[in-house]
T-cell receptor, first 115, second 115 residues
Framework: NAGVTQTPKFQVLKTGQSMTLQCAQDMNHEYMSWYRQDPGMGLRLIHYSVGAGITDQGEVPNGYNVSRSTTEDFPLRLLSAAPSQTSVYFC??????????????FGPGTRLTVL | AQKVTQAQTEISVVEKEDVTLDCVYETRDTTYYLFWYKQPPSGELVFLIRRNSFDEQNEISGRYSWNFQKSTSSFNFTITASQVVDSAVYFCALKSSGANSKLTFGKGITLSVRP
């Protein structure tokens, strides 16, 4: 299993540009989520999904969109990038049932800089 | 509302010292999970342990041990005979049971182990 994969690893955008951060998992996990990590702030939840076709907002959803058309993929879209979105973005997934229930496994992260 | 407090922000020890990382949590739920994650300098988030609220047994895994005390709402992490490779940021996290409940992180503790 590749686990949780994220692309790209690094990205530089100009203010106002849009882009999609990709996230995929091959563990058949129902739950997927996106976090951003900023210095001194820990990890904050942006959006999450409990299954294909279902998404919901987390703590800091403004400026981001998500969709979940398949169990495997959970892309995060930045609609119009702003310098305040400079951060490290982590995608995570977890099973909703069974022994590892609710244990989130994280991707390697995407470091985004908005100029 | 859930909250995780990691009051220590930075700890520095010399190799082979024992070190304890503190975690205090708040939740109104009776069923919840506690986690510790490690983030080494390479940046990925590594799952270390998951503890169910009904299981107050302490756990030991090699040099790592965890002390869960419901009475004080604490879930502390001890590294015995620390090594330079233990240098990382350590996050404590809390999640209630249920598909829509969110994983709440503390702000992390930066551990530096000097040779």
């Amino acid at each position: 299993n590749a686990g949780v994969t994220q692309t790209p690893k690094f990205q530089v955008l100009k203010t106002g540009q849009s882009m999609t951060l990709q996230c995929a998992q091959d563990m058949n996990h129902e739950y997927m989520s996106w976090y951003r990590q900023d210095p001194g702030m820990g990890l904050r939840l942006i959006h999450y999904s409990v299954g294909a076709g279902i998404t919901d907002q987390g703590e800091v959803p403004n400026g981001y969109n998500v969709s979940r058309s398949t169990t495997e993929d959970f892309p995060l879209r930045l609609l119009s990038a702003a310098p305040s979105q400079t951060s490290v973005y982590f995608c995570a997934s977890s099973p909703s049932r069974g022994r590892g229930q609710d244990t989130q496994y994280f991707g390697p992260g995407t470091r985004l800089t908005v100029l | 509302a859930q909250k995780v407090t990691q009051a220590q922000t930075e700890i520095s020890v010399v190799e082979k010292e024992d070190v304890t990382l503190d975690c205090v949590y708040e939740t109104r739920d009776t069923t919840y999970y506690l986690f510790w994650y490690k983030q080494p300098p390479s940046g990925e988030l590594v799952f270390l342990i998951r503890r169910n609220s009904f299981d107050e047994q302490n756990e030991i895994s090699g040099r790592y041990s965890w002390n869960f005390q419901k009475s004080t709402s604490s879930f502390n992490f001890t590294i015995t005979a620390s090594q330079v490779v233990d240098s990382a940021v350590y996050f404590c996290a809390l999640k209630s049971s249920g598909a829509n409940s969110k994983l709440t992180f503390g702000k992390g503790i930066t551990l530096s182990v000097r040779p």
